[in-house]
């Protein structure tokens, strides 16, 4: 269906609407960002006049003050010219009329008298004629180099120490009727009546309010800070601007009088020329402005709720004018587009592959049926128009129906219902029934939707049957793993048995071929020893027949005795011989056939340990070279390190010098960092080919299998010094350049646990 051309009447018609629209919300939007400018500015020019308000009533308060201090210095200075009209002005004549004077109230507390040499006398309420320093109080010095000053001055806040009350002082130079100069005369105005009003001024507006003098000498401010009281602002750049301003007005900024805080203030001043102080009235401009924002966003909220309704509006408008040109159109279009959706329904409806029947709900006539669910079912249209499905026998138990019926009734619908239906041929099949009841033409109508699950169920049943024969399976492989298991355990508790019994073996073996070893060796020093002592035998014989002779002759004595010494010489080194390698022999077996830990001399006993190894490699030309360290000390397995060097030497002979007349071993050792000794044992011979090197410390490895070798070796090795001792052992090797055995061990071997 094409879509129809809007005439050109209703499209002129839109854009003037929305040219309206447009200019109907420029002029909202514009009234009301006039009006909240108007609004700020009414509220500033508030807020100034407010402020002005306020300086004048403090400044009002300020001068009836400062006059009222000024009468009473004027009243004490004319009862001195009155006294000196009669008798001569001196200090005490002074200081007796301050006395009496008393001119005091809850505002001015006392009145001083400072004489041109600077001695001050002052009077109080509370305290009598009291004398003090000139230089307490910091306009003295200045009145009293400045003679020619007569005008009020004002002097700095501060805290009276004879009663710590926070005070104001006013002075002013006198002279007596012939111009003489008399001293300085001044009173105290208490900062504590400032208090009364400024503070009321200062909390019933939110504010702040200030009085300071032209020098920059802060008089009183609140909030109440006395760290500000006395405080000489005369640095900052307002003070300096304000001199230069008219009596009264205002001004912004952020630290002025309240450098601890960052807020914008509006400041209103009001210049006290008299005096020359000025008060100030200052509020937080965000304060000020608050009423102001809310208004403001009221404004735009109105604002933006008027643009929306008039958007709203217009749209509204628009559509309606749209709608109902097209009403019209769409009249012309609705019967084509009523049988084009007629013919859709029907074609959707026969030819879905979801089986669909519509049946009426107030007798349950069938009206339609789609292909699909004709072909499961094996009617024809003709056969099932018209007819019930109790007139069909579809239902295998006629009882369903009536559940089926009552939900129907109840919920207006039926979701995947479980139902056993037959079709024509008697056939039963399990279906999901699915309906739901709707309105056409004033009569309720059901979709009827049975989907067969026969097949799906079989494969349930096959599944479930396949997963029964599973389980069986994996029970009884579960029962022959475990029997697989134990036979395994059998057999890893055997091996162990038997690497135990091979490794006690090479043990015994290694300490027999050091038997024999021994042995061999004791035969040469006791064969010579038992020589000589049948030569020292006959000597005696012959030495007692020419002693029993008539006549012995002193030559054949002396040769005899030379004879006997040098055989008993020979007898002594050859003994000597003999104990050294039993005594070796007897420490180095005691300590290889046991498992002992004990303190010894890591040089002593490899000395002991190779001396018993001599055998090995002495007749040969392989040659053994030291380099240890003295002084080690050791707590550990010596028996340990016995059965590694026997190995080691051995395999050194047997391997890296099979091929090779004459070989160089070496042996050192040496202290290294964190209480560890390193022994390291290498040889020059034929070296181990790499792909050998990562499998020499692995049980039953040899490359002389079925010629004497156990393979069980350097797993030894391995095992003791890693074990045993607590170290780490290391193989380096290059084919042509030899082996190094690298070993690391601790001083004092960990606890062994078989001990």
Request: hydrophobic share 40%; charged share 25%; with cysteine.
């Amino acid at each position: 269906m094409q879509p129809v051309a809007l005439p050109t009447r209703p499209r002129i018609v839109g854009q003037t609407f929305l040219l309206l629209a447009t200019i109907t919300i420029a002029a909202i939007i514009g009234q009301a960002w006039w009006a909240i400018q108007q609004d700020r500015r009414i509220t500033l020019e508030s807020e100034h006049e407010n402020g002005l308000i306020a300086v004048r009533l403090l400044e009002e308060h300020a001068t009836l003050t400062l006059h009222e201090a000024e009468r009473n210095l004027d009243m004490l200075r004319n009862a001195i010219h009155a006294e000196g009209r009669q008798k001569p002005i001196d200090d005490t004549m002074i200081r007796s009329l301050l006395t009496k004077a008393q001119p005091f109230n809850q505002v001015m507390k006392a009145l001083q008298y400072v004489n041109p040499q600077g001695v001050a006398s002052v009077s109080t309420i509370d305290y009598p004629a009291y004398q003090t320093d000139a230089d307490d109080r910091t306009y003295i010095p200045y009145l009293l180099a400045h003679q020619e000053h007569k005008k009020i001055m004002l002097g700095r806040p501060f805290q009276r120490f004879y009663d710590a009350e926070l005070v104001v002082p006013i002075a002013r130079n006198i002279f007596s009727e012939d111009g003489r100069y008399l001293g300085i005369i001044s009173t105290d105005i208490s900062v504590s009546y400032f208090s009364t009003v400024y503070a009321r001024v200062a909390k019933d507006s939110k504010a702040m309010v200030a009085l300071f003098s032209d020098e920059g000498t802060v008089i009183v401010r609140f909030p109440f800070d006395l760290k500000v009281i006395g405080k000489n602002i005369a640095n900052s750049g307002v003070v300096s601007q304000l001199k230069q301003q008219a009596v009264e007005g205002h001004f912004e900024d952020s630290h002025f009088l309240d450098a601890e805080k960052n807020e914008a203030r509006l400041y209103t001043y009001r210049k006290i020329g008299d005096y020359g102080i000025v008060s100030i009235f200052a509020r937080e401009r965000d304060l000020t402005l608050a009423a102001w924002r809310q208004r403001s966003a009221e404004r735009m909220a109105f604002s933006a709720v008027a643009v929306l309704f008039l958007c709203l509006l217009m749209f509204f408008l628009w559509k309606h004018i749209r709608q109902l040109n097209r009403t019209e159109e769409s009249l012309r279009l609705s019967e084509t587009s009523l049988r084009a959706s007629e013919k859709k329904f029907v074609d959707l409806f026969e030819q879905s592959p979801v089986p669909l029947a519509l049946v009426r709900l107030s007798d349950g006539v069938i009206i339609e049926m789609n292909d699909s669910l004709l072909s499961q079912w094996g009617f024809t249209r003709s056969e099932v128009i018209g007819k019930t499905a109790l007139q069909l026998k579809v239902w295998e138990t006629p009882s369903e129906r009536i559940g089926y019926v009552n939900a129907l009734h109840a919920q207006g619908h039926v979701h995947e219902l479980e139902v056993r239906l037959c079709n024509k041929r008697g056939e039963v099949a399990t279906c999901l029934l699915s309906s739901r009841v709707f309105n056409s033409d004033g009569e309720q109508l059901i979709i009827f939707t049975p989907i067969d699950i026969s097949s799906m169920r079989a494969i349930e049943d096959q599944i479930r049957h396949l997963n029964t024969d599973l389980e069986a399976r994996v029970s009884e492989r579960t029962e022959s793993l475990e029997h697989a298991n134990q036979d395994l355990e059998i057999a890893l508790t055997s091996m162990k048995n038997m690497q135990a019994e091979m490794f006690r073996s090479e043990k015994m073996a290694a300490l027999g071929y050091l038997v024999a070893g021994i042995s061999h060796e004791l035969n040469t020093p006791i064969g010579n020893s038992l020589m000589v002592a049948s030569t020292l035998k006959e000597h005696a014989e012959n030495l007692a027949s020419e002693l029993g002779s008539g006549k012995p002759r002193r030559s054949i004595l002396n040769e005899l005795i030379a004879e006997t010494r040098k055989g008993a010489v020979i007898l002594v080194r050859s003994l000597e011989r003999a104990a050294q390698l039993i005594i070796s022999f007897k420490q180095v077996s005691v300590d290889q056939a046991s498992n002992h830990r004990r303190s010894f001399d890591l040089r002593k006993s490899l000395e002991e340990i190779l001396l018993t190894l001599e055998p090995m490699y002495r007749r040969s030309a392989h040659k053994l070279t030291l380099d240890l360290q003295a002084d080690i000390s050791m707590e550990s397995y010596p028996g340990a390190l016995a059965q590694i060097l026997t190995n080691a030497i051995s395999n050194a002979i047997n391997h890296a010098f099979e091929n090779k007349a004459q070989g160089l071993m070496q042996l050192s050792s040496h202290l290294i960092e964190d209480g560890q000794v390193e022994i390291i044992f290498s040889d020059n011979g034929c070296g181990i080919p790499p792909e050998n090197l990562k499998r020499v410390f692995d049980p039953f490895f040899t490359t002389k299998l079925g010629q004497g070798g156990s393979g069980l070796g350097m797993n030894i090795v391995y095992n003791l010094v890693t074990e045993v001792l607590g170290g780490k052992v290391e193989l380096k090797s290059e084919l042509g350049s030899g082996t190094s055995l690298i070993i690391r061990l601790p001083l004092i071997a960990p606890e062994n646990k078989d001990e």
